[in-house]
């Protein structure tokens, strides 16, 4: 089973920085089955960004996704408000799905 | 528009089963898979397993198989996660989603299921 670490566990920026997020799997997974997903509180979690770096429908073009292989980014050029949440990463290839822990994005 | 419409909240002593639903409305909902992931109380996203609406072939992952089954109805659009041997570690809000060539794309608003004696 693959499992991803996210980092940092938490990042505090203020509005208007820019967000950098990392995901790890623990062995190499094709691009084209690695997603992120936003989570505010008592909401349910929303697709952002998927197949690596394509991004959802409706989706501000100020997230953006990269990485291959092992290492994965989910990057938020410019902090608005409503984008402190939490953010997972998911794999979803043809084995066991996983999610990573998850990095929580507050206001500094 | 898509709609996913989970059934509501359940109390259940441990040991018990629970059977969840979800009634898709919106889209043709044989031609997608459903995937079901549950949250602990501050937790992070745990995934349940994945069942194909299309031929019901399912997939769970191993430390819930055996104690975790996916069905769907096509009859009636509507999708089920059932779960026996509750413990209290079972306490979480179950999410329902829609999977569209594996990615998750549409939400349902979760049902809270609580183990408690």
């Known amino acids: 089973e693959i499992v991803l670490t996210q980092s940092p566990g938490t990042l505090s920026l203020s509005p208007g920085e820019r967000a950098t997020l990392s995901c790890r799997a623990s062995?190499?997974?094709?691009?084209?089955?690695l997603a992120w997903y936003q989570q505010k509180p008592g909401q349910a979690p929303r697709l952002l960004i998927y197949?690596?770096?394509t991004r959802a429908t409706g989706i501000p073009d100020r997230f953006s996704g990269s990485g291959s292989g092992t290492d994965f980014t989910l990057t938020v050029t410019r902090l608005e408000p409503e984008d402190f949440a939490v953010y997972y990463c998911q794999h979803y290839g043809s084995s066991r799905w996983t999610f990573g822990q998850g990095t929580k994005v507050e206001i500094k | 528009q898509v709609q996913l419409v989970q059934s509501g909240a359940e109390v259940k002593k441990p040991g018990a089963s629970v059977k969840v639903s979800c009634k898709a409305s919106?889209?043709?909902?044989?031609?997608?898979?459903f995937t079901w992931v549950r949250q602990a109380p501050g937790q992070g996203l745990e995934w349940m397993g994945w069942i194909s609406a299309y031929n019901g072939d399912t997939k769970y992952p191993l430390n819930l198989q055996g104690r975790v089954t996916l069905t769907t109805d096509t009859s009636t659009s509507t999708a089920y996660m059932e779960l026996r041997s509750l413990t209290s570690d079972d306490t979480a809000v179950y999410y329902c989603?829609?999977?569209?060539?594996?990615?998750?794309?549409?939400w349902g608003l979760g049902t809270l299921v609580t183990v408690s004696s």
């Open positions: 919106g889209f043709i909902f044989s031609t997608y898979a």
């Open positions: 062995q190499s997974v094709s691009s084209t089955y």
């Open positions: 989603a829609r999977v569209e060539s594996g990615i998750i794309d549409s």
């Open positions: 197949a690596a770096s």
